[in-house]
């Protein structure tokens, strides 16, 4: 009995100092492993645009539909138009713009039902990174996604003639970057807590399209005087406060493409870039927020 009490006791301390190098090994593996906030910001957002690439259809329709918009309400809308000297067509090429930003955004933040759906986002959500970095992979992703395509456009409004080539082209550039990741963390806001597209398309029909529509991207925004009606009072004070109406103005600014007349309302410059990047400060804050509370059906 004595040899073999004394061998139990050997293999139980071998045993013992076994496990605590292997519980030391296991912790500095998984401090090597474990991932880094930004990294998850940057596969999140890659990801996006792999599978913005694989699905042809997003991008035919993200960037043809406001081209064929554009070539349509241009063609259509010339003779009824005034705005100074110039048509329709001119004019409505930051409104173009603008809408491709928004169809790609809608596009690129509705794919958040569609995870959660699918178990992808869940599995994110358990993974030992902040949940913040979702938010901010599906912004920066799907914004450069947006932005690209706004890019594409422009180049193709340059080579035509319709946009001058000049230094004023960077500050346009920069202005719907900013405005390409406000339009998608404002749609990261809204479909966080949807549980069906289809919910989200009636957000987007809702808040989405008139945010759009009551910018001056489509028609000019009046300025009401002493003798109009309460009804043009109430529709220039709404597109006052639209902070897309002062992208809108500013890509007009610097594009040229303003229409110049005492019976219209433009803002400045500068206070296009103060209230465009506020917009981006807000949207960002909020999509962070939403984000951050759990959402039906997430995994905690």
Do not use: C
Request: aromatic share 12%.
């Amino acid at each position: 009995m004595g040899p073999r009490l004394k061998v139990t006791l050997v293999s139980t301390a071998e045993l013992e100092q076994k496990k605590q190098y292997e519980n030391v090994g296991s912790q500095a593996a998984a401090g090597r492993a474990a991932p880094q906030p930004l990294a998850a910001v940057w596969m999140l957002a890659w990801r996006e645009w792999v599978r913005f690439f694989r699905q042809r259809n997003r991008v035919i329709g993200a960037l043809g539909q406001p081209i064929i918009f554009w070539l349509l309400f241009g063609t259509g809308m010339h003779a009824a138009f005034r705005g100074g000297d110039q048509d329709f067509m001119t004019y409505y090429l930051p409104g173009t713009m603008a809408l491709i930003l928004l169809f790609t955004a809608i596009f690129a933040t509705i794919s958040i039902i569609e995870d959660r759906r699918e178990g992808f986002l869940q599995n994110v959500l358990v993974a030992p990174v902040p949940r913040w970095t979702v938010a901010a992979g599906k912004i920066f992703g799907g914004g450069a996604i947006a932005w690209v395509q706004a890019l594409v456009f422009l180049a193709l409004a340059v080579v035509v003639g319709s946009v001058p080539l000049g230094g004023s082209l960077i500050g346009v550039m920069a202005m719907l970057a900013i405005s390409a990741l406000s339009l998608t963390a404002l749609g990261v806001f809204f479909a966080w807590p949807m549980e069906s597209t289809q919910g989200f398309h009636a957000i987007m029909n809702l808040v989405l399209m008139p945010l759009w529509l009551l910018s001056g991207a489509f028609f000019p925004i009046p300025r009401p005087d002493v003798g109009s009606p309460i009804g043009q009072w109430g529709m220039h004070w709404i597109m006052r406060v639209n902070p897309m109406s002062y992208t809108i103005a500013g890509l007009r600014r610097m594009m040229g493409v303003e229409a110049v007349s005492a019976e219209l309302w433009l803002p400045g410059l500068f206070e296009s870039w103060i209230v465009t990047t506020g917009f981006l400060v807000v949207t960002f804050a909020a999509a962070w927020w939403i984000v951050l509370r759990p959402a039906k059906g997430d995994l905690r």
